[in-house]
């Protein structure tokens, strides 16, 4: 193990952790630093304990290289793997041993802090089959969305990777807004060329229940989604869920075969479970996913699989329990 690789592997528990402060923000000021070195530089300075002079290396971070210039390994990387791992009950250990891949993740491309092929071969280390790649859409400029040039060069890109990763497959997505009226922000000619479509509101969230109730079935009803994304757009303890009629936007999304997002991410845990309840008794199929921003957050399935495994989500109803060409399949019908 590389210096390098020692810092992004501390990263990545890091973000697995959801820790969001000082500590995370050392360790990537230091990755930066130790990156643009010579690794010449870098073990000189680690055998005469003269990295904390560089800006940016601290105590932790210093250890750590020194650790792993010295050993090749590294007690403090341990210890943060052993304090960060998620610790999952037997029932979401039946749930997370289902999944075969995650639906709805995203790259520098627009507000994620990995690229492509950092996400990719971090599913592949989690044992994933494969992953639907799924940046922002324009409209969510704050999270550098991507307008209908930086999709099809985005593909390019998608396809150079995947030749380097197979045979893990990754298949191409999008997270798309859903407009106020229910519609989105792609056109249905890029939409046909994505494998996997997810829709999700983040404007305007605290719209009028009935408009909202609106909003959500027109976007479920839509041909080309697959994935209605975090559909109450909470923030726990930040935002209160929007309002609508759960009843007629699950069952829209029975009709129309568009699968439930069960959003995985700490701050979100989406749908709450008296909603996932109703459902479940609307027949619809659901998608477990990580909504990660980074290499660590992929590893946040299992927030979703206790939530699945709380109301007793069918498991041949998660999609991404289906391999990558039935899954295909599935989105295609």
């Known amino acids: 193990m590389t210096p390098v690789e020692a810092l992004e592997q501390a990263i990545h528990y890091l973000d697995r952790s959801f820790e969001q402060g000082f500590k995370t923000k050392a360790f990537v000021r230091a990755l930066e630093v130790i990156a643009a070195l010579p690794p010449e530089d870098v073990e000189h300075r680690a055998h005469q304990g003269t990295l904390s002079e560089l800006d940016g290396i601290g105590t932790s971070t210093a250890r750590l290289i020194r650790e792993v210039v ?55 280390a989690l044992g994933h089959e494969y992953m639907v790649l799924t940046d922002h859409s324009a409209r969510l400029t704050i999270a550098h969305g991507l307008d209908r040039d930086r999709l099809v060069q985005q593909f390019d890109e998608i396809d150079a990777v995947s030749e380097r990763v197979a045979p893990f497959r990754l298949l191409r997505g999008m997270e798309v807004d859903i407009f106020e009226d229910g519609t989105l922000d792609l056109d249905d000619d890029l939409l046909e060329r994505l494998d996997v479509v997810v829709a999700s509101v983040h404007s305007k969230l605290r719209q009028e229940r009935t408009e909202m109730t609106k909003r959500l079935v027109v976007a479920a009803a839509n041909p080309h989604v697959d994935i209605l994304g975090h559909c109450t757009g909470r923030m726990i303890g930040k935002r209160p869920p929007s309002t609508f009629d759960a009843d007629y936007v699950f069952a829209a999304c029975a009709e129309f075969n568009t699968a439930v997002e069960i959003n995985c991410r700490p701050e979100r845990l989406d749908p709450p479970d008296d909603l996932l309840v109703v459902a479940i008794e609307h027949g619809c199929y659901f998608s477990v996913d990580s909504d990660a921003h980074a290499t660590g957050q992929l590893e946040w399935q299992p927030h979703g699989c206790e939530m699945a495994a709380r109301v007793e989500v069918p498991l041949e109803r998660i999609i991404n329990t289906f391999g990558a060409d039935e899954l295909l399949e599935w989105a295609a019908r």
Do not use: F, N, Q
Request: net charge neutral; proline share 5%.
């Open 70 to 124: 010295e050993t090749g390994t590294s007690p403090y990387l341990a210890k943060l793997d052993a304090e960060t791992k998620l610790p999952m009950s037997p029932d979401a250990e039946r749930y997370r041993a289902a999944l075969k891949g995650d639906c709805h993740l995203h790259s520098r491309w627009s507000d994620g802090g990995a690229t492509i092929e950092k996400m990719a071969r971090s599913a592949v």
